[in-house]
Nanobody, 127 residues
Framework: QVQLKESGGGLVQAGGSLRLSCAAS????????MGWFRQTPAKAREFVGA????????YYTDSVKGRFTISRDNAKNTVYLQMNSLKPEDSAVYYC????????????????????WGQGTQVTVSS
């Protein structure tokens, strides 16, 4: 089973940028499709974006398209979430998640698609 640990969260002003990292350990990272989700106290956890195991395919929820970018470095066992033009409504705890891929270079958008989760990192965007 892969272990995941997020980092890079913090406090930023609206319009600013942050890059979150998710470091994986325990299994062959390139066998995993990865996703980012976020959650606030008032909302259920929601999908942010996903990347296939090769990194060739990505997908984003509409509210972050054009502002957020997911990438991965399989040699470093790390997936990244570059967040630009941040808005106060982006404030949340951000989680990375992993899913074993047995065939096909797909991304996955559902919370139930993922088995392994990190503990989350807080992002706060001030207005």
């Amino acid at each position: 089973q892969v272990q995941l640990k997020e980092s890079g969260g913090g406090l930023v002003q609206a319009g600013g940028s942050l890059r979150l990292s998710c470091a994986a350990s325990g299994r062959t990272f390139s066998n995993y499709a990865m996703g980012w989700f976020r959650q606030t106290p008032a909302k259920a956890r929601e999908f942010v974006g996903a990347i296939s195991y090769s990194g060739h395919s990505t997908y984003y929820t509409d509210s972050v398209k054009g502002r957020f970018t997911i990438s991965r470095d399989n040699a470093k066992n790390t997936v990244y979430l570059q967040m630009n033009s941040l808005k106060p409504e982006d404030s949340a705890v951000y989680y990375c998640a992993a899913r074993t891929v047995y065939s096909g270079d797909y991304y996955y958008t559902g919370e139930s698609d993922y088995v392994n989760w990190g503990q989350g990192t807080q992002v706060t965007v001030s207005s």
